[in-house]
């Protein structure tokens, strides 16, 4: 079954580059309104940004975290990070 | 306007904070690799996340180029600012989550180290290290400057940028050797504040004592006198189609994401999943509430010092303390250029330590320990990393004090020179087929078109654009041309990605 959060992911990232190249549609507004300028970026930067949290929101809602223990720093420490991370070809 | 006793009074204490507070966190941390050095490992809360973030992020660019550049582009400069901000959470849920994904099964150091992991080219790593130094270094010696300037125009001359500069690049090679990252990131999330407190109180007061506090008033006179600040492409003509397309990509990709202070804190930094999602959240909140505040200057510079030319408004903050506020309440103007100064050496020192780090990360870890196989025991790989640091940190107070012309070029194409190398990164983390020679192709083609982008006058307008189209057309024809990676390697990358959303998701 196709998990939910993957068709909001498209519809996000589909409706954010469709408002951020409303905004970058070449000739508007023309040089010089000031009216223009304004109603433009009302109309395109205002629903790219309900759009990106409006998206994440509900994307954070379906897509759950695990609860996991708090890794503490001295866990941390204790990982031998100075091996390269990978072996082959390095 | 400031006594150079005061001024000096100033750096000296918020230094010898600093510095005590390296000496605390060393002593706190213990740590005991390169790898917690470098990027604290994984342990990074949210909340010092967000404010290291913003505060490496930004420059005294803020303080100095970033009125100014309101003052010249209008509020059609601030609207293409208020277009990218949003791209940050949708890059990173597709791109960086995914890398702190990988680098907690990986644990990666270097912003390169990823890359090779991918794709196990040596050749990519030394192309990779060089791209990624040359953007730091220029970027911490710039910023030693500014900080000088900011105490030369503060006292009227009274300290020289020279002793300033030194006295700066002094202290910040006492402060990060000693704690690395996590009292960076802890002294900027201090620092964040300040500088964005600085900002706001500068831009209110000359406000309230331009215009009598009155918003709409200084609105409708500049709508009435200055009505191209509202429109495209803004006063001085800053902003046509092409910068207004070229320069939100270049800050969506090239500095928010493909930066190496920035791609190792939204990478390699937070302590868990949740930890990311904060950021995403509140990262284009805080980014708002600094480009506001410094449009706010430039708004109110442009209502109250209309005329401005070239030079000089790159110095409306002082120009509005010492021709608007000055004149109607010295001590106030006082206060605000001690804030100027001490906002220029919060965000200065927060940035530049950032940038000294990862200088002094890709010599001891990509060039040392992984091209030339430096076999050390750890005490004593930590101890180079710090040397590195040090020595990085003497070599950006001497660009600092002998600036050649190219690190000026450096600077201002360093955010068009990481982005051919996003194309790279996406094709690594979402497509099987991508193979090294594509990446190695794509990167050196991508930055050349960049280099030729400037060299043919089109890099003010286009930024990195042109050179990272080159380089995504070129990973994709180059992998289809070449032999596929083996499927040992791709399993293994793979399979590390899908074992930690698997940890970390629920499904």
Redesign the interface.
Known sequence: MK?S?KTT?KW??GL?VLF?AL??V??F?V????N???WH?AL??LP??II??GG?AI??KQ????K?P??S?QA??N????????K??? | MLSAFTTWTLYISYMGALIAFGVYVWWREKNNSARHFYTAGNTINWFVLCMTYIAALMSTWVFFAGPGGYYRGGFGYYMSELSYIPLFPVLTYFVMNKVWLLNTQRNYTTQADIFVDRFRSPTLRLVLALVFFCVSMPYAAAIYIACGKAATVATNGAITQTSAVIFVGLTALLFIPFGGVKSVAWAATVQAWIFMVALWTIGICAIAYGFGGDVFGATASVWEHTNSWFSYPGPEQWVPYSARFGYPIACAIGWTIMLPDVFIRAGYFGKDMQTQRSLMVLQPVLQTIVWTGVMFIGFAAIAMLPGLKGGDTELVIPLLLAKIISPQSATVAAILMAVFVWGTLAKGLSAATSHLLVAGSIISEDILTRLLKLKVSPNVHITIARLAVVGLGLMALWLALNPPDLMWTLIMFAIALVMPIFPVLVAALYWRRATAPAALTASIVGVIGVLLTYQYGMGDSWYGVLGMVASAVLMVVVSYMTKETDKEVLDEFYGALAKAEAEYYED
């Open positions: 998990k959060y992911e996000w990232l954010t951020y905004y970058n070449p000739g507004p040089y010089g309104d000031a223009a300028a304004l970026g395109t930067i790219l940004w990106v949290y994440m994307l954070h897509r759950r975290l695990r996991r708090d890794q720093l941390a420490d990982i031998n990070t100075d091996e390269p991370i990978s082959g070809g390095i």
